[in-house]
């Protein structure tokens, strides 16, 4: 999901979306997103077989929430607000799957901190901001 979820920001970066980075002309993005799907749909398999339930759901909203930050990056969506919405529910899922993952695994210990998206450091200067 990272793979896919990283062409698709760079993609988003090409087309104009806030606080995606390294841009990637649409065209061989959509050739990379089809290997990273393929990549996916195989690598969930070994999910599927040692994740409980609820784990299974939670990866299956993470899987979702990166194809909707899909749509915009292949132009099928292209508000900006939308944009940011999606990546940030992406965020949220990836932090679900990954809490339950680790309890699934008997991982002692919270979760890595959220990788909330954008970070404070790609956000726009406030008005009023500056020297």
Same mark, same amino acid.
């Given at each position: 999901? #990272?793979?896919? &979820?990283?062409?698709?920001?760079?993609?988003?970066?090409?087309?104009?979306?806030? !606080?995606?980075?390294? +841009? &990637?002309? +649409?065209?061989? $993005?959509?050739?990379?997103?089809?290997?990273?799907?393929?990549?996916?749909?195989?690598?969930?398999?070994?999910?599927? &077989?040692? $994740?409980?339930? *609820?784990?299974?759901?939670?990866?299956?909203?993470?899987? *979702?929430?990166?194809?909707?930050?899909?749509?915009?990056? =292949? $132009?099928? #969506?292209?508000? !900006?607000?939308?944009?940011?919405?999606?990546?940030?529910?992406?965020?949220?899922?990836?932090?679900?799957?990954?809490?339950?993952?680790? =309890? /699934? &695994?008997?991982?002692?210990?919270?979760? +890595?901190?959220?990788?909330?998206?954008?970070?404070?450091?790609?956000?726009? /200067?406030?008005? $009023?901001?500056? +020297?």
């Amino acid at each position: 999901m #990272k793979q896919q &979820l990283s062409v698709a920001q760079r993609m988003g970066a090409a087309r104009g979306f806030p !606080h995606a980075l390294d +841009p &990637l002309d +649409p065209e061989p $993005g959509m050739a990379q997103l089809a290997e990273n799907e393929a990549r996916r749909a195989a690598e969930w398999e070994s999910v599927l &077989l040692i $994740g409980d339930a *609820e784990t299974i759901g939670a990866a299956r909203k993470w899987h *979702e929430a990166v194809w909707n930050v899909e749509l915009y990056a =292949r $132009g099928l #969506k292209d508000d !900006h607000a939308g944009w940011i919405r999606a990546v940030q529910q992406v965020s949220r899922a990836r932090d679900a799957f990954y809490a339950l993952a680790r =309890r /699934d &695994l008997d991982i002692a210990g919270p979760p +890595p901190p959220s990788g909330n998206w954008p970070r404070a450091w790609q956000q726009q /200067d406030e008005p $009023g901001d500056g +020297p």
